[in-house]
């Protein structure tokens, strides 16, 4: 396995980098990656840019008139990370995100008796909803083991019927 870094040819600035205070570390990695890839960062989004983006991101839809007005006119400086963290912690984002899973899981009927069908979403909504962890969620789905009606996760294996058709999808949804 080979890991190729390719940088672009430009030149950028180390005043283009400055540009950019990261907050988290994850803009930390980004600003490292930039970086390694010759790459200069993008301008920070307007007000209505990151809203739109931020809802359609963590919730799947638009924010309403009165909530982008209300964000719009907030002065706190602080606005953008408490938007998030209301979203995140949202039925909303429960909801679209389950939905999102079960559509990369492929939870549907076509393979699954309608029980199991329920099963695999109620599992899916519930890690959502715990906030389970990107490994945990994946370890409970390959590992899992029991009845496909009282344990959700084992739907994957009864959805997928040959060893293909699984690391296909376990690949395709996972890595």
Known sequence: ?????????????EQEYAALQ???FIDHEVLRKLRQLNLPPSPIAGDSEFLRRVYLDTVGCLPSIEETQAFLNDEDPNKRDALIERLLASPEFVDYWTYRWSDILLVNGAKLRPLAVEAFYRWIHQQVEAGTPWDVFVRDILTAKGSSIENGATNFFANHQTPEEMTENASQAFL
């Not at 396995?1 to 600035?13: D, G, H, L, R, S």
């Open 1 to 13: 396995i080979a890991n190729v870094i390719v940088p672009y040819p430009q030149e950028v600035t």
């Open 22 to 24: 990261p907050r988290n």
